[in-house]
T-cell receptor, first 115, second 115 residues
């Protein structure tokens, strides 16, 4: 699976948009971009994923660049409860290989939302 | 609530002992993943099962073993426990073995403390 690079930490004011960047310059054509978050010692929570097109759901928006080498997770109106570690993961699809679809977590970005 | 159920939530045991952690995947999910998260390490992939068969192996120690039963629940067995095995153990599930477009959902974890 392709490696990702994320900033170690970011701050955001409550009520403002939080924009979390991720670089995945070695991503290949069949790899999806996934975002998860982990609030202190809880199970990782799925946020959103995409392949090529921008995606939006009730939690967030995912913007993927045209060359797919980077993406941005947007939390439109951050709240204190959004303080967490955010993981950007690229994940292989399709049969064959040894990954069989597992998620490989990096260190993630610690997002702190301030009042 | 992700729909993935893990028991027990907390467990304290002595060095040298053996414990079993149990996971019930989301209804209809065929694939189960186990992850370990200790204080000084990130989320480490241990092993994956699909419909009862082992599919991928990560950084799982020989003292650890897992299986997935015909009803699709899974157990992670940890034996000859050492202090360093103290960690959060997460189970996750997804509906299919591969196809990166399908989502993996995590349980809330089992806290293991070895004293």
């Amino acid at each position: 699976d392709a490696k990702t690079t994320q900033p170690t930490s970011m701050d955001c004011a409550e009520g403002r948009a939080a924009n979390l960047p991720c670089n995945h310059s070695t991503i290949s054509g069949n790899e999806y971009v996934y975002w998860y978050r982990q609030i202190h010692s809880q199970g990782p929570q799925y946020i959103i994923h995409g392949l090529k097109n921008n995606e939006t759901n009730e939690m967030a928006s995912l913007i993927i660049t045209e060359d797919r080498k980077s993406s941005t997770l947007i939390l439109p109106h951050a709240t204190l409860r959004d303080t967490a570690v955010y993981y950007c993961i690229v994940r292989t699809g399709g049969a064959g290989g040894t990954s069989y679809g597992k998620l490989t977590f990096g260190q993630g970005t610690i997002l702190t939302v301030h009042p | 609530d992700s729909g993935v159920t893990q028991t027990p939530k907390h467990l304290i045991t002595a060095t040298g002992q053996r414990v079993t952690l149990r996971c019930s995947p989301r209804s209809g999910d065929l694939s189960v993943y186990w992850y370990q998260q200790s204080l000084d390490q990130g989320l480490q992939f241990l092993i994956q099962y699909y419909n009862g068969e082992e599919r991928a192996k990560g950084n799982i120690l020989e003292r650890f073993s897992a299986q997935q039963f015909p009803d699709l629940h899974s157990e992670l067995n940890l034996s000859s426990l050492e202090l360093g095995d103290s960690a959060l153990y997460f189970c996750a599930s997804s509906i299919r073995q591969v196809a990166a477009g399908n989502t993996i959902y995590f349980g809330e974890g089992s806290w293991l403390t070895v004293v």
